[in-house]
């Protein structure tokens, strides 16, 4: 018979076995995992874009605005009342309650996608119109035309030329 001896397996060879073991079962719980909530994400996914599409498509547009609880009606008569080439800007400050500061920091992007072809500019001075949420429309030292309140502390002010 002839003599077989196993090798003596290093410490480094050993460790790279537990290692390859515990990376192994790692990854077999990562897909166990998966494959148990997989379904129930896609169903999740699936029933949120129903709603979505099923909602009325002026509800969709506010989705964004209305997460950060900002009153949408602003828009609405912006949209209105603003040119389609005419310029605007928008000012906030504490003249309104917000429930998160977060609300000012969203009214002018969602502004200047809403209002689209409209231009918003950053400086209230080269404005057409100002939209006001809480700003101080009177610090602003600019003749106003017409000034529309939505509710007190947010308004709509048509810049006299």
Do not use: C
Request: charged share 25%.
């Amino acid at each position: 018979m002839e003599d077989v001896r196993r090798l003596p397996l290093s410490h480094r060879a050993r460790e790279l076995g537990l290692v390859r073991l515990v990376g192994g079962l790692a990854v077999a719980v990562v897909l166990v995992v998966v494959a148990w909530r997989a379904p129930g994400a896609v169903h999740d996914a699936d029933s949120g874009a129903r709603d979505l599409a099923a909602m009325p498509e002026d509800e969709r547009d506010f989705l964004g605005a209305r997460s950060a609880d900002v009153d949408t009606r602003i828009f609405v008569l912006a949209a209105r009342k603003i040119p389609r080439d005419a310029t605007y800007a928008v000012i906030t400050g504490n003249k309104v309650g917000v429930s998160t500061p977060n609300t000012l920091y969203a009214v002018a992007p969602f502004a200047r996608y809403y209002l689209l072809p409209r231009r918003q500019t950053p400086e209230p001075t080269a404005a057409d119109w100002i939209i006001s949420f809480g700003g101080d429309l009177e610090a602003l030292q600019l003749t106003y035309a017409e000034r529309d309140q939505v509710t007190p502390g947010i308004e709509l002010a048509r810049v006299a030329r």
